[in-house]
Nanobody, 124 residues
Framework: QVNLVETGGGLVQAGDSLRLSCERS????????MGWFRQAPGKERESVAA????????YYADSVKGRFTISRDNAKNSVYLQMNNLKPEDTAVYYC?????????????????WGQGTQVTVSS
C-alpha cells in the first residue's frame, strides 16, 4: 500500500514563497512518476507539475511555469514543489500524486495514488 503525506501548506501574502513536501511510504518510490495537483473551491482538480522517476522529464501547467519548480529525492522517498511569486489565484488544496505513467499526471484520469492534500492560501 502506497501512502502519500503532504506538508508545507499555509497562509502567505502575494509574492511570497512556499515549499510543499510529499513523503511516500510503501512500494518502490523510484519506479513512480510523481506530481502535484490543486483544487480551488468550486473548480475541478488540475495538474500543476509532474516529474519522471529519473527526474529527467518534468511538466508544468502554463499558469505556474517560471514560478513553480518540482523536484524529487528518491533516497528520501520525497517530492517537492517550490512555489515562488505566489498569486491569490494559486489558492487551493494541493495534492501529491504518484503514478507508474508520467503522462497520466498531466490529467486526473486514472492516477494511481493521491495524498490527502494541504491547503495553500495566498492573500492579496
Amino acid at each position: 500500500q502506497v501512502n502519500l503525506v503532504e506538508t508545507g501548506g499555509g497562509l502567505v501574502q502575494a509574492g511570497d514563497s512556499l515549499r510543499l513536501s510529499c513523503e511516500r511510504s510503501g512500494g518502490m518510490f523510484s519506479n513512480y512518476a510523481m506530481g502535484w495537483f490543486r483544487q480551488a473551491p468550486g473548480k475541478e482538480r488540475e495538474s500543476v507539475a509532474a516529474i519522471s522517476w529519473s527526474s529527467v522529464t518534468t511538466y508544468y501547467a502554463d499558469s505556474v511555469k517560471g514560478r513553480f519548480t518540482i523536484s524529487r529525492d528518491n533516497a528520501k522517498n520525497s517530492v517537492y514543489l517550490q512555489m515562488n511569486n505566489l498569486k491569490p489565484e494559486d489558492t487551493a488544496v494541493y495534492y501529491c500524486a504518484a503514478d507508474r505513467l508520467f503522462g497520466r499526471l498531466k490529467t486526473t484520469q486514472g492516477v494511481d495514488y493521491w495524498g490527502q492534500g494541504t491547503q495553500v492560501t495566498v492573500s492579496s
